[in-house]
């Protein structure tokens, strides 16, 4: 059975962190992506962050680069999300998401359940 369990959501003041952890089972880790996206109420989903566990190349969306980093530790096959400097208009649910190709524009294969980031002002 394939899971995806995100995990470290929570509240937070703006300028705080979080980090985000994606547990991964039921497939082999390294030969799919994994992206993390998030939906805000209201609005569209948006592509946040992916990474290629097999070669541990990463792609930000424009409105997180140079904030969040996102890394792989393979061994446990998990991905983190690491997010710095967080504003409000980071308040969202965050899903991870497992495709063989890192685009976030695809139709992905695997969804977890999200976890739920607030950020206050």
């Known amino acids: 059975e394939v899971q995806l369990v995100e995990s470290g959501g929570g509240l937070v003041q703006a300028g705080g962190s979080l980090r985000l952890s994606c547990a991964a089972s039921g497939f082999p880790f390294e030969a799919y992506a994994i992206g993390w996206f998030r939906q805000a109420p209201g609005k569209e989903r948006e592509g946040v962050s992916c990474i290629s566990p097999s070669d541990g190349s990463t792609y930000y969306g424009d409105s997180v680069e140079g904030r969040f980093t996102v890394s792989s530790d393979n061994a446990e096959n998990t991905v983190y999300l690491q997010m710095n400097s967080l504003m409000p208009e980071d308040t969202a649910v965050y899903y991870c998401?497992?495709?063989?190709?890192?685009?976030?524009?695809?139709?992905?294969?695997?969804w977890g359940q999200g976890t739920q980031v607030t950020v206050s002002s």
């Open positions: 998401a497992a495709d063989p190709f890192c685009t976030f524009g695809g139709s992905w294969k695997y």
